[in-house]
């Protein structure tokens, strides 16, 4: 690696995903140019055919009317299932244990349904280090809406002094203490803040030898990281689709529930989309679930935000999670490269250099907080996020963004630094 240009550009030329950045809409800046999207790990970008894919069911719904559940191009009735297969491919299972649903934090809380069923003795629930407010705020109001104390019955990841990463060795002392007393465990699959990824068999082997049932947030490590859902074990997962998986904003939510747990008397909030499809539509009094994923379903689904998953999903299945992986951890290391030679005392990166600890997401800590770099970079067409108190977050991905984007965005870090 070298910090020329050429050398981004050259990288870029040999990339045998470049054509996908054509295939997106990549956003303006004022003078037209594209600008330097880093911010896929918030709301990822939208795929041209995504146009298409809605058009085509607007279109049956147009000329149809209801006839449309059976005789549109592709019929509503099981247009979930459509998604499976390729869902299933991006997170490591089978389809079976796949279904598209709802969105992330009603997931949350339907798991926790069946997954969180606190006894006397074993009530708590260990959760991730400083985890996205929503999975603080669901855990919470669960443990809550069982009669227990969050004060008490939450214990959270917590780094050794004064870091940012935790450990496995950390988890383990966890587990050693208070294994016994400990639930549930659900933690991200990457921590949405500092950007470090978690070894899911690891946690999910240590957390079932001490009975906890083991769940994962993958809101941030779907469509980023190689996953293996069903080899590693874990009992649950849930994500959402618009961050890497580049749904649309607010679009719906994957959920995993492990093949053995499927015809397991597990206990749920039922709805009619979960009953056996054989007896559906005979109304009948009794909720028969259907012995896959697909029994945690409540309603008949949103087409057209599921229109759109399945265009981003085509994509994903061209590219392949392998391809994709391989040039992201090419690309996140050439960041950290770039970012790291200037050496300025200013900022820190506390996303793990390990590339087992981190999927493309790197969190730039700035020592003496405040938003005018942040600011200086939005001007000059970056798009990146700003995290309180003061991480800047970018996360080059793989599917659309270049070498020279990282180049630029490097480019212009430390021309804001050197204004600061
Ligand atoms: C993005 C994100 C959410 C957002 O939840 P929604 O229900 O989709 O609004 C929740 N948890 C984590 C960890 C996230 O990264």
Not at 22 to 46: A, E, Q
Not at 170 to 190: F, P, R, S, T
Not at 379 to 398: L, M
Request: aromatic content about 10%.
């Amino acid at each position: 690696m070298n910090t020329s240009i050429q050398y981004a550009q050259l990288q870029d030329q040999n990339d045998e995903l470049a054509s996908f950045r054509y295939r997106f809409h990549i956003p303006k800046i004022s003078d037209g140019k594209d600008s330097i999207y880093l911010c896929g790990n918030s709301l990822g970008l939208m795929p041209k055919s995504a146009s298409e894919y809605i058009n085509q069911e607007l279109e049956d719904w147009k000329n149809l009317g209801v006839e449309g559940h059976f005789h549109a191009k592709n019929p509503w009735m099981p247009y979930h299932e459509y998604l499976s297969k390729n869902m299933a491919q991006i997170v490591g299972a089978f389809p079976s244990e796949v279904v598209v649903m709802n969105s992330l934090t009603v997931n949350l809380h339907l798991l926790m349904v069946s997954f969180y069923r606190p006894t006397k003795n074993r009530y708590k629930i260990l959760f991730d280090y400083s985890p996205f407010p929503s999975d603080r705020y669901a855990i919470s109001s669960q443990v809550n809406f069982h009669g227990f104390d969050p004060a008490e019955a939450m214990i959270e990841l917590k780094p050794d002094n004064g870091e940012e990463i935790i450990t496995i060795e950390n988890i383990h002392k966890i587990l050693e203490m208070h294994g016994d007393e400990i639930a549930l465990i659900l933690i991200g699959g990457v921590n949405y803040y500092t950007g470090q990824a978690y070894d899911i068999k690891t946690i999910t082997d240590m957390g079932h030898a001490q009975g906890c049932v083991v769940g994962f947030d993958l809101a941030h490590a779907a469509g980023n990281l190689l996953l293996n859902l069903h080899d590693d074990g874990p009992d649950f997962a849930t994500w959402c689709s618009y961050k890497y998986l580049n749904a649309g904003p607010g679009s719906l939510s994957g959920c995993f529930v492990h093949e053995r747990h499927h015809s397991a008397d597990l206990p749920r909030f039922a709805g009619w989309w979960g009953h056996d499809k054989a007896t559906r539509f005979l109304m009948g009094d009794e909720f028969h679930p259907i012995p896959t994923a697909e029994g945690w379903q409540l309603s008949n689904p949103p087409i057209l935000s599921m229109a759109a998953i399945r265009a981003s999903l085509d994509l994903f299945a061209e590219a392949g999670m392998n391809r994709l992986r391989r040039k992201s951890e090419q690309l996140t290391a050439y960041l950290e490269y770039l970012i790291s030679q200037a050496n300025d005392v200013n900022i820190k990166i506390i996303t793990p250099s390990e590339t087992q600890q981190r999927g493309c997401q790197i969190s730039i800590q700035m020592k003496n907080p405040n938003k005018n770099l942040f600011q200086y970079l939005t001007e000059n067409g970056v798009i990146a996020d700003w995290r309180e108190p003061d991480v800047i977050r970018v996360a080059p991905v793989p599917l659309y963004n270049t070498f020279e984007d990282v180049w630029q965005f490097n480019r212009i870090l430390h021309e804001g630094l050197s204004k600061l």
